[in-house]
């Protein structure tokens, strides 16, 4: 009997097949896959552990992803745990203890688990992060409260707890939390968050450090030292540090140091301990995609900050980083229509689980699960079930040719900002969470049910 398992392994740009079997084993070297838009998937879009068989199978995290899909049904989120606890561990091995996953981009109670258990500290900023941590054990010390407009519980629930620190971003925000230190004679860790007022290259509703943000202090008028100054003199309220989040989504590293540049003035005059640079790093999403790694990104901004300001401590919230590539989603076709010269495929999911492309005009690939391998020779546009144009997962992307009805396909690179801002949009049911690692797959957030939808109705009759 012949078991054979390809693996795909990436070596320096080269893709290497090793085909193995009870007797033999031979290694095809083939081409480090092109930006041809028609070429198989990048395997490193995928995570790391994504492996084919000689039946075409993919399997992550040694799960079979069409069985996954069989079992759980579609849309389906399938996240690699070990990719997960790894991005984890390396954000902790870059920048040390504190480090907080920015939990925006995906927070289930499942992944909150596997941060703290991997040394995370968490940046969350509504009652409903803070509470998912909390609720899985997380102590408060390791929360960083976050948001342009806390609101009072919410201030009143982390001074009473005792946070990692409150990161204050206005001054009504700096009145409340005053008010509410003092009313409990509790002191609190205070970073204040400074706006550099620079230029940031992304999209614009996710660029912050511009001056036209709704974010933060500016850094270019007398506003963030002032509200500096305000902290010190509050006697509850304990400066640790200057915070900034420039945007999401950057690419060039310089951008980075420009505004950690612009922030440090204030660094200079105050001598805090601590510097935060946010979160904010990009992603490869698309073949043929170039960023920088985890790795870079943290080595040029701790290395500035050894060198600018020896003896603090620079920290980061990284979120889309640490889940991304960790996520695929899987979704079964149900239609593939010609016409107007074009080929629709419509999936059982959309702009409801994946809100991105209309929000940002975001890329993706997409690659059949039953052909990870094929060359994907027919142009197509993703769409979704949902009863508008825009509810459209690609544009223009690749399948193979005899894609078919009923084939599941799998959008990589889903890890982050699409469970998360997943919606019940033509009341579809939020799909299922499931984990994988050691060949098991394990599902952590069941599919909602149309129960599940009226749930909270009180005049539902
Ligand atoms: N720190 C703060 C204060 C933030 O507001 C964010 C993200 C982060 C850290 C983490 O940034 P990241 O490493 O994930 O880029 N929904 C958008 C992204 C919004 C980001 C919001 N804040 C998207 O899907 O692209």
Redesign the pocket.
């Known amino acids: 009997m012949i078991f054979a398992i390809a693996r795909k392994i990436h070596n320096r740009g080269a893709v290497q097949v090793t085909i193995s079997t009870t007797s033999s084993m031979m290694v095809l070297m083939t081409s480090r896959p092109q930006c041809l838009p028609t070429a198989p998937i990048d395997f490193e879009l995928l995570p790391r552990s994504a492996e084919v068989d000689l039946a075409g199978r993919l399997r992550v995290g040694g799960v079979d992803v069409l069985d996954a899909a069989q079992e759980f049904g579609t849309p389906l989120f399938l996240y690699d745990e070990d990719e997960l606890r790894a991005s984890f561990r390396e954000a902790v091995a870059v920048f040390g203890e504190g480090v907080a996953y920015?939990t925006?981009?995906f927070l289930t109670p499942a992944v909150a688990r596997i941060a703290a258990q991997e040394g995370m500290s968490f940046?969350v900023?509504t009652a409903g992060e803070y509470a998912c941590c909390r609720r899985v054990g997380v102590p408060a010390s390791r929360l960083v409260l976050?948001g342009n407009n806390k609101q009072p519980e919410e201030l009143r629930l982390a001074v009473e707890e005792g946070p990692q620190w409150i990161?204050v971003d206005n001054f009504d925000e700096l009145e409340r939390l005053t008010a509410i230190t003092e009313e409990l004679q509790r002191e609190v860790n205070i970073l204040v968050r400074a706006n550099p007022g620079i230029e940031v290259h992304t999209?614009r509703?996710?660029a912050?450090g511009n001056r036209d943000s709704k974010f933060g202090f500016p850094a270019w008028n007398e506003d963030a030292n002032r509200a500096i100054e305000q902290v010190k003199k509050a006697p509850f309220l304990k400066f640790l540090g200057v915070h900034m989040?420039i945007?999401?989504?950057?690419l060039a590293l310089d951008t980075f140091i420009k505004a950690l540049e612009a922030a440090a003035p204030l660094f200079d005059h105050h001598h805090p301990e601590i510097f935060v640079v946010?979160?904010?790093?990009g992603m490869r999403y698309l073949n043929g995609d170039e960023c920088p790694t985890f790795r870079e990104w943290g080595e040029a901004i701790t290395g500035w900050g050894r060198r600018r300001f020896p003896g603090s401590r620079i920290l980061a919230?990284?979120?889309?980083?640490m889940v991304a590539r960790a996520g695929i989603t899987l979704y079964t076709v149900g239609v593939v229509q010609r016409k107007g010269g074009r080929v629709f495929v419509a999936v059982d999911g959309g702009m409801s689980d994946n809100p991105?492309p209309v929000?940002?005009g975001?890329g993706y690939e997409v690659f059949s699960a039953s052909a990870p391998l094929a060359l994907r020779d027919l142009t197509i546009r993703l769409v979704g079930r949902h009863c508008e144009s825009g509810d459209t997962l690609l544009e223009e992307g690749h399948l193979p040719a005899g894609i078919t009805v009923g084939d599941i396909v799998c959008t990589p690179v889903t890890g982050?900002?699409g469970y998360s801002?997943a919606s019940n949009y033509n009341l579809v049911p939020r799909a299922a969470v499931v984990f994988v690692s050691g060949g098991k797959a394990r599902i952590t957030t069941r599919r909602e049910t149309l129960e599940d939808l009226f749930a909270r109705e009180v005049d539902g009759e």
């Open positions: 920015a925006k981009a940046d900023s976050h990161v999209h509703y996710i912050t989040h945007g999401s989504f950057v946010g979160g904010g790093l919230e990284p979120g889309r980083t991105r929000l940002y975001s982050a900002y801002m």
